[in-house]
């Protein structure tokens, strides 16, 4: 089973890159920032209180995100594996997971990470916002703002994959092909 972490800063590329990579290796996307979407267009409470913080480029409560993925893969036993996409995005929530997988006796089998430099990453966002209708992706400050609580809360977790000798840095600027082809390579090696 192959349990793959897609990690980055916002705007990397995992999503893009996700959407490829469920359809090569028949793996379930697990995507927080999707999942918060999908119940905020559904106007659930939990959609509602993630909007709070989503809008103004903070986390979402560390409990909050954990029980949803919890709930998503509990709901999807027959699954081949998960890419799991902006999650974890704190110590807590790898943590988190490490006890969510070993209860099902599964686990990481490793963490692939975006390297994409901070003017591409705020040029690709405003280039999103145009279409995408996410209120985080169209304003500047709140951009900075992402950019700030991945870099104090989220780029820790990277350590944590490697002291598991579980990390792997991927270059993430160019054809979204040959980046694909990069990733891939470090699957079929895992
Ligand atoms: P991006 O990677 O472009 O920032 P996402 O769709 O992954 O976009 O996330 C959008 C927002 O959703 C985040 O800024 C955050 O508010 C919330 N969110 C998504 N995943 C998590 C998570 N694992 N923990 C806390 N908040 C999250």
């Given at each position: 089973m192959l349990n793959?972490?897609?990690f980055g800063p916002p705007g990397a590329g995992k999503g893009t890159q996700s959407e490829k990579l469920i359809e090569k290796y028949k793996l379930t996307h697990l995507s927080t920032g999707d999942l918060f979407r999908k119940h905020l267009g559904e106007g659930t409470e939990l959609g509602i209180l993630a909007k709070k913080y989503m809008d103004q480029g903070?986390?979402?409560?560390?409990?909050?995100?954990?029980?949803?993925?919890?709930?998503?893969?509990?709901s999807t036993p027959d699954s081949k594996?998960?890419?799991?996409?902006?999650f974890p995005r704190t110590t807590a929530q790898a943590e988190a997971l490490d006890t969510m997988l070993q209860k099902n006796a599964m686990s990481i089998s490793g963490m692939i990470a975006l390297d994409v430099p901070e003017d591409i990453l705020r040029e690709r966002i405003k280039e999103r916002g145009k279409t995408s209708g996410r209120a985080d992706d169209q304003d500047d400050e709140k951009i900075?703002?992402?950019?700030?609580?991945?870099?104090?809360e989220t780029l820790p977790v990277a350590e944590y994959y490697?002291?598991?000798?579980k990390f792997t840095k991927i270059h993430g600027?160019?054809?979204?092909?040959?980046?694909f082809e990069n990733?891939?390579?470090v699957i079929d090696a895992y």
């Open positions: 793959i972490v897609l903070h986390l979402v409560p560390d409990e909050v995100v954990i029980q949803m993925v919890e709930d998503k893969i509990s594996g998960f890419i799991f996409d902006g900075t703002t992402r950019i700030k609580v991945y870099l104090s490697e002291k598991q000798g600027v160019g054809q979204i092909g040959e980046i990733i891939s390579e």
